[in-house]
């Protein structure tokens, strides 16, 4: 099992920045990428950015050039700078983590499980 919980949120001017955090708990040694995503009122969940344990990143095309995401030693959290808000960046902001555990069996196979944060409000104003 992981634990996520998010801190950071807020209310910024257009313009302005936010940090958000995601600390880490419990079998973090099963985790392979850490993500953030974003759910606005009356719209579906979409990913914002994601990071790979080796380092790899990944953002969406809205983000990128404004949003950095990093992730913490031994996986214990994720990080998201968020420069040059704007007001369409408004929405509850979700940690996720997802991890790979050996199922022995017989026979042996992977299984996969997401796990998520509690989420958080970011509001940008104009």
């Known amino acids: 099992q992981v634990q996520l919980v998010e801190s950071g949120g807020g209310l910024v001017q257009a313009g302005g920045a936010l940090r958000l955090s995601c600390a880490a708990s419990g079998s973090t040694s099963s985790i392979h990428t850490m993500a953030w995503y974003r759910q606005a009122p009356g719209k579906q969940r979409e990913l914002v950015a994601a990071v790979a344990d080796t380092g790899n990143t990944n953002y969406a095309d809205f983000v990128k050039g404004r949003f950095t995401v990093s992730i913490g030693e031994a996986n214990a959290g994720v990080f998201l700078q968020m420069n040059t808000l704007q007001p369409e960046d408004t929405a509850v902001y979700y940690c996720?983590?997802?991890?790979?555990?050996?199922?022995?069996?017989?026979?042996?196979?992977?299984?996969?499980?997401?796990?998520w944060g509690q989420g958080i409000q970011v509001t940008v104003s104009s």
């Open positions: 996720n983590a997802k991890a790979a555990y050996v199922d022995y069996g017989p026979p042996p196979s992977m299984r996969y499980v997401d796990y």
